[in-house]
């Protein structure tokens, strides 16, 4: 694959700003698209609730677009999953509010990050069907990489390790402990 990345608010422009783009990463002989930094609350995740685990249809909308207008031109899709979504109280996760963007590194091993993780996952990826390819993003065979976690590990976040917040600081003690 030969590409490029476009991050966050470059994702959600006008149809006929995709359109143009589109066409010069065609026209350049490019073939794969990582689409990325779009799980934030300037995302396809609604903001505006007071958990995270919503879609913003309108943003959602532009994500399907691309996807579809890069699979007309022959360039596939690579989607970043967990990169800048801000878990909430309403969520169910403990000290949501004290947790950076993409909960790291709370996110490798807390079962109820897994566990939201999980559904986003199955929202977006298997039940939301693109309407421009009448596809789930699964079943298309255009959406060709799906990234779990951007810059996420227990071996990349180590020197947080004795930093982390409550309750996670004794919950990944005992779990390493039973290991």
Not at 4 to 26: E, H, K, M, P, Y
Not at 29 to 35: A, D, E, I, Q, S
Not at 44 to 69: N, T
Not at 139 to 166: F, H, T
Request: hydrophobic share 40%; glycine share 6%; proline share 4%.
């Amino acid at each position: 694959f030969f590409g490029i990345n476009l991050a966050g608010r470059s994702v959600f422009v006008d149809d006929a700003t995709i359109d143009q783009v589109v066409d010069v990463l065609a026209r350049a002989g490019l073939n794969m698209v990582r689409l990325h930094h779009f799980d934030d609350v300037y995302g396809v995740i609604d903001g505006d609730r007071s958990d995270s685990r919503h879609f913003q249809p309108d943003r959602l909308r532009k994500l399907d677009y691309w996807i579809a207008k890069l699979k007309d031109r022959g360039i596939y899709t690579y989607l970043d999953l967990l990169d800048y979504r801000t878990f909430k109280a309403g969520d169910g996760a403990p000290n949501a509010e004290k947790l950076d963007r993409g909960a790291k590194p709370y996110a490798c091993f807390d079962p109820r990050l897994i566990e939201l993780q999980k559904e986003y996952a199955t929202k977006l990826l298997k039940e939301h069907v693109n309407p421009f390819t009448h596809l789930s993003y699964a079943d298309d065979p255009a959406v060709a990489l799906v990234e779990l976690c951007d810059e996420n590990g227990l071996l990349i976040r180590r020197s947080q390790w004795r930093k982390l917040v409550s309750p996670y600081q004794g919950q990944l003690a005992a779990r390493w402990n039973d290991f």
